[in-house]
């Protein structure tokens, strides 16, 4: 009797053993499984950053390291510098003629892309073909497009019977041109993220919408934008914070690669370079690559703020159109 | 039950995941001994040093020694390259070479490169050549490998067109010696109406001017005198002055400038001797180019490169052996034959080898002697502190912003006072 009743205590303990396992499993594996991003992101993420606002608080020279400490001098030294303004305002000024002639261009391609095509796939990936060059590739050619006296662009302008645009020289031209690299690369990747936006949508809101009269272009409008809106969300945020860390394209556009001899089309991360790499002063590198940091989570906060408010429409708007009861799989 | 092997797995593989990342990179060392006392070394070059050929004839006088080559396909990232390893303590190659401009920078930081003064190399080079790289406490701390001595390069067909002599020796008489007189044959070269510009860019020009000042920017011991400097405000004027009218405003190494040599976009250029290769290159096709044998203000050095051993070597006196080698006169004939790379030890100067050879592109030249005599007509090298290429930097940009017209010279001016002022 005592023996099986102590057996059954040592089944009933294995069993729960084994229940704690089990339990620990479910509590514990998931946060096992997902730990080498957030150990990664610690490691290339978030330690530079904060070692990077370290450095920023101090003289700090490439070769010879780190120097005295030296507070917020080095964000005051920067702020006081013209280029850093001018640099501030090319950035802004080379994404906004980005982005914003990139989406329009994306949908119009995403609409054509989604309507009856033959050989869809061919299409769907010629799109993609400008990615796939190497943006120092792109880079090259295009700055010998842009050319101020023996380029393409200038020549076929001269044959048109206009007076040779500056690329190199004037602000606005030079950064129509690096716009123009950066929109000869991404319009085809925002497409495709559009056109499967696109076809998430359902078919019989256009049917509906034929019956009732509508042409193609108030479909496109009053139903396609309107359904994409979060998907456009998306684009704005990601291509922001992309767009604010623009480089390759600048540092390409001439052979100096320090954004014009007037600072042109000098952008924030050319700068950071310049003082990094140019003047070896770490400190105030790493000042302005801060400075970049949180100039980009501001814009993150507009947008997300921005969204919120879009996003509430947006489910409003899903409110008024009509639900239309579906048979079987759409 | 079930869930305990389950979990082990679980745990185990989690663990293994990590692991592998953690040790994802692993490290490794640039030059690695093996038991029977050979030695391997490092020797990391940029562009063409013509060393390939030496490399062998090394290894085979030397049975114990194994050479890797790594090559960078520009100075600027051999330069990267350098100094963020030099930064890092390790990874450098157990020679490295490293070009004039990035010079003194380096020479900031002598314990990182090993002493490489020898009784049996004094006086192998050029005086100047040395100096520039010796310490103030009289460390060495690179072997001198070419230098860029400069002559005038011109179009002997637009001269022609212009009624201008074209013949090489009437040209460099034509030219003169002084600025003044080089601008002067622009300017008769102008009047006759031909429409070309005379020089490339005010920024080219500059080059030339500055490298016969003795100390442009920094006194010797480091004080920025730069904005201040009277003989650098003056050679401001004089150059913005000529170029006014006799420049083609095309930056050097620009699109614009390389396409321009395909056009008749100018009829003059300063050009060191690594810049024959330069022109020949871009004026593929175009015949009339020829070399005189002369320079405005005296002779000029643009440009060259030593090897350098850094402290960061595990073989530093092998490496040191190999360099001397290298740098010695008859490796350096050899890789001017090869590449072209003109050498800064006084006896290859002599050497018949060198004078007597002879460039097909620039009217059949004998390119070696002319160079020799520009070698030789270097009187001043300028004294370059650590701020040198920042400052010559921005002054390039003030010249740019000037012949751009975004800016008269006087704005410009200031606006380079205020860059100099911001270097700190």
Known sequence: MSIAIRADARSIRRIAFSHTLSRWDVRFSPYLYISPFFIVFALVGLFPLAYTAWVSLHDWNLIGGQGDF?????YGTVLSQPYFWTSL???FSIFLLSSIPQM?????????????LRAKTFWRMGVLLPYVVAPVAVALIFSDLFGDRYGLINDVIIALGGEPVRWHVDVIPSHIAIATMVNFRWTGYTALIFLAAMQAVPRDYYEAATLDGAGRLRTFWSITVPLLRPVIIFVVITSTIGGLQIFDEPRMFDQAGQGGANRQWQTLTLYIYELGWGQRDFGRASAVAWLLFLIIVLIALVNFLVSRRIAATTERIAKIVPVIPTKGTR | MKSFPRTIFTAVAGAASIALLATGCSATTGSTDSADGKVELTVATFNEFGYEDLFGAYEAANPNVTIVHKKAATTNEARDNLTTRLAAGSGLSDIEAIEVDWLPELLQYPDQFVDLAAADVDDRWLSWKTDAATTADGQLIGYGTDIGPEGVCYRSDLFAAAGLPTDRAAVSDLLGDSWDSYYAAGAQFDAAGTNVPWFDSAGATWQGVVNQIEFPYEESDG???????PEI???????????????AHLPQWSSDWTASFQDNGFATMLCPGWMLGVIEGNADGVTGWDIADTFPGGGGNWGGSYLTVPTQSAHPEEAQKLAAWLTAPEQQLSAFASKGTFPSQVDALDSPDLLESADAFFNNAPTGQILA?????????????EKYFAINDAMQQALTRVEDGLMTPDESWDKWVSDVNALG
């Open chain 1, 104 to 116: 329009v261009l994306a949908l119009a391609i995403a609409a054509f892309l989604d309507s009856n």
């Open chain 2, 223 to 229: 004080t920025v005198i730069a904005t201040e400097n």
């Open chain 1, 70 to 74: 030296v507070g917020l001098e080095n």
């Open chain 1, 89 to 91: 305002r090319n950035t």
């Open chain 2, 373 to 385: 005599n520009r070698a030789a007509a270097v009187e001043v090298t300028p004294f370059k502190g």
């Open chain 2, 233 to 247: 405000k003056a050679a401001y004027a004089s150059v913005l002055g000529a170029s006014a009218d006799l420049s």
